[in-house]
Every structure is written in C-alpha cells, then in structure tokens.
C-alpha cells in the first residue's frame, strides 16, 4: 500500500498572520458582550426569612439585569440580558417555599433571543433592593435580589408583644390545669375508701366520727371553667415589661456566608443558630429578661444590620456567638473577645477579627445602600465604657464557659470586631471551639455539649447582671 498521505495545501494568496490581525480587529469592536453571549448558570439559591427574602443568581460572568415592581397582582419583573434559558435557571421554580413570607412564586422564560426575563410573584408590597458581588471565596459572579417589607416591623414592640403572649399563654395553661383538676374532683363515681374491719378500729376523731373520708363531692359542683381571653396589658404593665432586661444573641454568619467549615462538613453557621436558640430559650424562662435573636432563620445578616436590631431593641447586651477555624487542625479551646480601640491584644486576634469583618464579602451586602455608610460612620464612636463593660462581662462569660470545655486563652481578648461596635451596649464575641479541630467538631455537633455551653453563657450573663445591675430608662414604644 502507498503511504500516501494528502495534505492540505494553502492557496497563494492565504494570508495566515492578516487573517488572525483582522480576527482580534473584530474581536475589539465586538466587545465582551457579543464573543461572550449566554453566560453560563453555577447556581440558584433562595433565602427566606421573616425580615427579608435573598434570591442569588450564581455565573460564570457578571450578568446585567434591568427590574421594575407592577402592581395586580404584585410582582417584579427581571430582565437579564446577555443569557439564555438553562436548566439551572429552571431550578428557581422549584426552589420557593410555601412558607417564604414574600415570594409565592417564579416563572421563567426567554423573554427575548438573548435575555431571560424572570417573574416574581409577590405575597405583599416589597421594596426590592438589586446588585451585583465579584467573585470572592467559594463563590463567581452573583447577582442578588433582596426582597424586603415596603414597613418594616418595630423589633421593640414585636419583642414586647411576644412576652405578652408568652405571659398570656402561661396563664391559660394554669388556668387549664386547675379546671381541669376541679373537673375530676366533681366527676361522679370517684370510689370512695373502704370501710376499716371493725376488729382493729382507728381512733376515731371527732369530726369524722364514722372514720371515713371527707365526701369531696358533697360541696357544690363548680361550673366548668371557660378561660376568659386575657385584657390587653395596661399602661402599668406596659411600664413594668418595658423595663425588660433584653439581650441580643447574634449567630454568626448564615445564607450566603456558611462561615468556617469542619473536616467532616459540619457548617459554623448551623452550629452557632443552634446554640443561639438554645440561649434565647434559657434566657426567656428568667423572669425580668428576653432574649431577641439577629437572624432565627439560615439567612444572612449584614455586620452593620446585626448591630443595628440590637440598637432598635435597645439591648443590655449583645452577644456574638461563632465556632473558630484556623490553618491547622491542632487549634483548640473557646475564647472570648471585646472590642479593641487601641490595636489587637494579640496577632491571633487580629486575624481573628479580619476574618470575622469579611463576613460581608462573603454573605453579600448591598455597598451602595446609605444606611449601611450611615451605621459604619456611627460604630466608629465606641466609648471606653462599653469596652469596660464589655470586658467584665467577657469576663464572666468565660470563666463559665471554662467550667466546661478547654480555653484557647485565658483572659478575655481584644480586636477591632466590626459586630462589637455598638457605641452604648456592652458587647462580646464567643467562639465556642475550633470547628477545624476533628474532636472539637465532633463535640460542637453534640446535643449535650451545646447544652452545657448555653448553661455557661447564660450563667455569664446572670452573674454580669448581678454586679451591673442594667440603670433605668426611659423607652420609647
């Protein structure tokens, strides 16, 4: 057989080199949006939460989206330009909840030849706020949707109103419990004692002469008791319940942001809610104190925000709860930090914090929304009597907290948390182990470790409150 092999041969006149300068001519006049068209989808995620609803579209480009809010029915319309219908985009249908308080539902669909429009289907008026977060961490290019309430809730009175049921509902269950203690007084055919063998009579007393029983039934039967709904609460008790010891309990990170990561997967923003909810329930069973929670919900909570709903509640304390990770699996021990204003107490602490503060990179906040420069402006005026405080209650918080686990330090640390920044509430920030340790994640996964972690916490907080008693106030409702 030949080993003929036919080539092909360029024509004279083919010019290799002007062909690919003519390519990257028209490659320039083109632009990154017509070579780039249909970027393709990573991801589709959905937060919802009572406070705000997050929808993060997830590309491998930055995608440019144009919106607008129409009214009967609500809805929001979202037109993303630069990208066709996916599969992954289809998966937003599926991901609404029937309980998310603000979406009812999505569609999707190719608007045009290179734009998808999506349609939010509203449960009530929202304000939405769009932007657009490079790539950081884990994560590309995310296009985020927050779907927040057009009048935002008082935290203050919601905090006010739930101890009121709480107090209400406690007093229908006593009074449940006595009628129905009553009811099986007066039930006939209760057997009465046998009469005693007259062999071996008892002494008789007097005022049973026949030595049998008091008849309970011979008082007359008490009409069945029909708890009456309890009266709004008066201006008094208004007046006692404001003065409500309250404390904020943050859980770290949340949503978007899963924080540090353990060897077998155990997420730090799963751990610390948790734990945070634990703490609001062992607080809430003191008389005198509520607990109010800055996220009770897998969501994401801006740093400045965190610090915010603990200012509206005008807490007593704020407590930031998180699980420490560091390079090496060998770091352990809890620790407790305050705020700094003269530098980090130690090189651990300031990377600490540094990590801490990125927070907002990675959950995703909105940088063009005024309130936020507004509150960091306000954070930067910490006194020297919060960090005081904040140091005696650290101090407190982890000598409790020693009782039951291993200390990473000693003493209460310091560094410049941004969560801590509350100018007028003493604040703290607890990591409760190494999550990056095996043994230490396998102990924050424990029911009986967190339990004895919540005790410690709360055993702070209560001897804190019984050297610093909170001053009295005046509170707006």
């Given at each position: 057989?030949s080993?003929?092999?036919?080539?092909c041969i360029?024509?004279?006149?083919f010019?290799?080199?002007?062909?690919?300068?003519?390519?990257g001519?028209?490659?320039?006049?083109l632009?990154?949006?017509?070579?780039?068209?249909?970027?393709?989808?990573?991801?589709?995620?959905?937060?919802?939460?009572e406070?705000?609803t997050?929808?993060?579209?997830?590309?491998?480009?930055?995608?440019v989206?144009?919106?607008?809010?129409m009214?009967?029915?609500?809805?929001?319309?979202?037109?993303i330009?630069n990208?066709?219908?996916?599969?992954?985009?289809?998966?937003?249908?599926?991901?609404?909840?029937?309980?998310?308080?603000f979406?009812a539902?999505?569609?999707?669909?190719?608007n045009?030849?290179r734009?998808?429009r999506l349609?939010?289907?509203?449960?009530?008026?929202?304000?939405?706020?769009?932007?657009r977060?490079?790539p950081v961490?884990?994560?590309?290019?995310?296009l985020v949707?927050?779907?927040?309430?057009?009048?935002?809730?008082?935290?203050?009175?919601?905090?006010l109103?739930?101890?009121?049921?709480?107090?209400?509902?406690?007093?229908r269950?006593v009074?449940?419990?006595?009628g129905e203690?009553?009811?099986r007084?007066?039930?006939p055919g209760?057997?009465?004692a046998?009469?005693v063998?007259?062999?071996?009579?008892?002494?008789?007393?007097?005022?049973?002469?026949?030595?049998?029983?008091?008849?309970?039934a011979?008082?007359?039967?008490?009409?069945?008791?029909?708890?009456?709904?309890p009266?709004?609460p008066?201006?008094e008790?208004?007046?006692?319940?404001?003065?409500l010891?309250?404390?904020?309990?943050d859980?770290?990170?949340?949503?978007?942001?899963?924080?540090?990561?353990?060897p077998?997967g155990?997420?730090?923003?799963?751990?610390?809610?948790?734990?945070?909810?634990?703490?609001?329930?062992?607080?809430?069973?003191?008389?005198?104190?509520?607990a109010?929670?800055?996220?009770?919900?897998?969501?994401?909570?801006?740093?400045?925000?965190?610090?915010?709903?603990?200012r509206?509640?005008?807490?007593?304390?704020?407590?930031?709860?998180?699980?420490d990770?560091?390079?090496?699996?060998?770091?352990?021990?809890?620790?407790?930090?305050?705020?700094?204003?003269?530098?980090?107490?130690?090189?651990a602490?300031r990377?600490?914090?540094?990590?801490?503060?990125?927070?907002?990179?990675?959950?995703g906040?909105n940088?063009?929304n005024?309130?936020?420069?507004?509150?960091?402006?306000?954070?930067?005026?910490?006194?020297?009597?919060?960090?005081?405080?904040?140091?005696?209650?650290?101090d407190?918080?982890?000598g409790?907290?020693?009782?039951?686990?291993r200390?990473?330090?000693?003493?209460?640390?310091?560094?410049?948390?941004?969560?801590?920044?509350?100018?007028?509430?003493?604040?703290?920030?607890?990591?409760t182990?190494?999550?990056?340790?095996?043994?230490?994640?396998?102990?924050?996964?424990s029911?009986?470790?967190?339990?004895?972690?919540v005790?410690?916490?709360?055993?702070?907080?209560?001897?804190?409150?019984?050297?610093?008693?909170?001053?009295a106030?005046?509170?707006?409702?």
């Open positions: 057989m080993d003929f092999k036919p080539r360029p024509h004279p006149s010019d290799r080199r002007g062909l690919l300068k003519r390519g001519a028209l490659a320039l006049l632009g990154a949006g017509e070579l780039a068209w249909g970027a393709g989808i990573v991801a589709v995620r959905v937060w919802p939460a406070a705000y997050r929808v993060t579209i997830e590309a491998d480009q930055a995608l989206a144009r919106h607008q809010l009214e009967s029915p609500d809805r929001l319309v979202i037109d330009d990208l066709e219908l996916s599969p992954e985009l289809r998966e937003l249908v599926g991901k609404v909840r029937a309980d998310d308080p979406i539902g999505v569609r999707v669909g190719q045009q030849p734009t998808v349609v939010v289907d509203l449960k009530q008026p929202t304000a939405p706020q769009v932007f977060l490079t961490a884990a994560y590309q290019h995310r949707f927050d779907l927040y309430p057009t009048q935002a809730p008082d935290p203050l009175l919601a905090l109103r739930e101890k009121t049921q709480a107090e209400q509902q406690a007093a269950s009074q449940d419990a006595l203690f009553i009811g007084m007066d039930r209760i057997p009465e046998p009469p063998a007259a062999a071996k009579p008892p002494a008789p007393k007097p005022a049973n002469p026949a030595g049998r029983p008091p008849q309970v011979a008082a007359p039967p008490a009409p069945p008791m029909t708890p009456a709904p009266p709004p008066t201006a008790q208004l007046r006692k319940i404001d003065r010891i309250v404390v904020a309990l859980p770290g990170h949340g949503g978007e942001d899963p924080g540090a990561v353990g077998s155990l997420k730090e923003k799963d751990v610390v809610l948790s734990v945070a909810r634990q703490l609001r329930d062992r607080l809430n069973a003191i008389p005198g104190m509520r109010m929670l800055t996220r009770d919900d897998d969501f994401f909570v801006p740093l400045h925000e965190r610090v915010n709903k603990a509206r509640v005008q807490a007593d304390l704020f407590v930031s709860i998180h699980a990770a560091f390079f090496t699996p060998e770091a352990r021990g809890a620790s407790v930090f305050a705020l700094s204003d003269k530098g980090a107490s130690s090189a602490a990377w600490m914090a540094q990590k801490e503060n990125a927070s907002d990179l990675i959950g906040t940088l063009k005024g309130d936020a420069h507004v509150m960091r402006a306000l954070l930067d005026m910490s006194t020297t009597a919060q960090i005081k405080d904040s140091l005696k209650l650290g407190e918080v982890l409790q907290i020693g009782k039951v686990g200390l990473h330090k000693r003493q209460v640390e310091q560094a410049g948390f941004a969560v801590l920044k509350a100018p007028d509430i003493p604040s703290i920030l607890v990591e182990a190494f999550i990056s340790n095996p043994e230490e994640e396998r102990k924050l996964a029911a009986d470790y967190q339990a004895e972690l005790q410690a916490v709360s055993t702070g907080i209560r001897r804190y409150f019984a050297k610093n008693p909170p001053l106030r005046n509170r707006t409702l």
